[in-house]
């Protein structure tokens, strides 16, 4: 499998904040030809090790990059054959509208997401977005069916599968963060011809949507020495400060910020300009938000980095990002994690 073909499967799999079982077969199989190990935890999280070559104890480098995705959830039935559902993770109620979704119920069923069309709205309504509570799937039951096939409770997923655009780039849903799992399977591909010293651990994190619960539990298991969280940053798009942005096919951005040890970044910096690997700079004023503030305050604190991907129309169903960013983040990650040494993370102990 290529590192494309990872993320087009990802793209299309579901997995929900919380349900990201059924992704575990498929990562295990994609990644076991680079790794020497790799085992699911009590959470879900998928775990997977690189043996350095150093000589033990190994200094430990943690990867993470979370795998579940925003969806929906059933909440209840409406007569007519109808289902109320409320959001896992930050959903957008201006998307939601007329997209095609999946109930995940006794059996996979298609269904849209329905609401009054405007030629019956009261007046006023078609200048307001449609709130989450006046939207329905209907997936072409009547009730006593419906009811059989699908329980209060079950996962529903957006119906989108990645499309190829122009230049190079992809959109779909769950780009947040399968992009950056797929960031971990290129940089395992690089090192697997190149000599490290330091054990690599990548793992695919669960339920980063609903509180980066994954990265907390893997990082108290792990313990690295130097965690690195991978994930998606906003794209350039019109409208949008371009201090608030990273330019798509420029490369990753490197996160400057309170989550970040001020040593990691600047030796990320320095891999990128020596192997002329292209970045962005990316200021970060709130630690929280992604995996790197539950690395960083892990047990007595571990120096952490993060590493963001540009990506357009962040959790929808078409976001957008550029091939060549993943390779570049790919590529950084390996140098950096080649240039690791015993003597450079002691210096991390202090600024």
């Known amino acids: 499998m290529t590192g494309r073909d990872l993320l087009k499967a990802l793209s299309g799999a579901k997995g929900v904040s919380g349900y990201e079982s059924d992704l575990i077969p498929l990562l295990t199989e994609a990644f076991m030809p680079l790794i020497d190990q790799a085992r699911e935890d009590k959470l879900g999280n998928l775990i997977m090790l690189k043996e350095g070559n150093g000589p033990e104890p190994r200094k430990k480098i943690m990867l993470a990059a979370h795998m ?5 959830v059933v909440t209840g039935y409406e007569p007519g054959g109808f289902l109320r559902f409320a959001n896992i993770g930050g959903i957008d109620d201006r998307v939601l509208l007329a997209q095609r979704v999946v109930v995940h119920g006794r059996k996979d069923l298609p269904g849209v997401i329905g609401a009054k069309p405007p030629h019956i709205q009261e007046p006023g309504e078609q200048e ?30 957006l119906a989108q599968q990645p499309v190829n655009l122009q ?19 290129l940089c395992l591909e690089v090192l697997a011809k190149l000599s490290h010293s330091a054990d690599v651990y990548a793992v695919a994190t669960v339920q980063e949507e609903v509180g980066i619960r994954g990265a907390t539990v893997s990082t108290y298991d792990i313990v690295p020495d130097i965690g690195i969280a991978l994930d998606v940053g906003h ?9 608030d942005t990273l330019p798509l ?3 990753p951005g490197i996160a400057i910020g309170p989550q970040v040890h001020p040593r990691i970044y600047d030796r990320l910096v320095e891999v990128a300009k020596e192997w002329n690997i292209p970045y962005s700079i990316e200021p970060c004023t709130t630690p929280r938000g992604t995996d790197a503030f539950a690395i960083q305050v892990t047990q007595a604190g571990i120096p952490t980095a993060l590493i963001s991907l540009p990506l357009r129309y962040m959790h929808t169903p078409v976001e957008t990002l550029e091939w060549k960013d993943l390779e570049a983040a790919g590529r950084l990650l390996a140098m950096f994690i080649c240039a690791i040494d015993s003597d450079y993370v002691e210096g991390l102990q202090c600024f």
């Open 128 to 157: 307001k977005t449609v709130k989450m509570e006046d939207l329905f799937i209907d997936v072409g039951l009547e009730d006593e069916v419906l009811e059989e096939l699908i329980a209060i409770g079950d996962m529903v997923t």
């Open 235 to 243: 794209g350039d798009i019109p409208g949008v400060p371009e201090s």
């Open 68 to 72: 579940d995705e925003i969806g929906l």
């Open 167 to 185: 230049n190079d780039r992809y959109a779909g849903k769950a780009m947040d963060d399968r992009a950056g799992v797929v960031v971990m399977y």
């Open 249 to 251: 096919g420029k490369g």
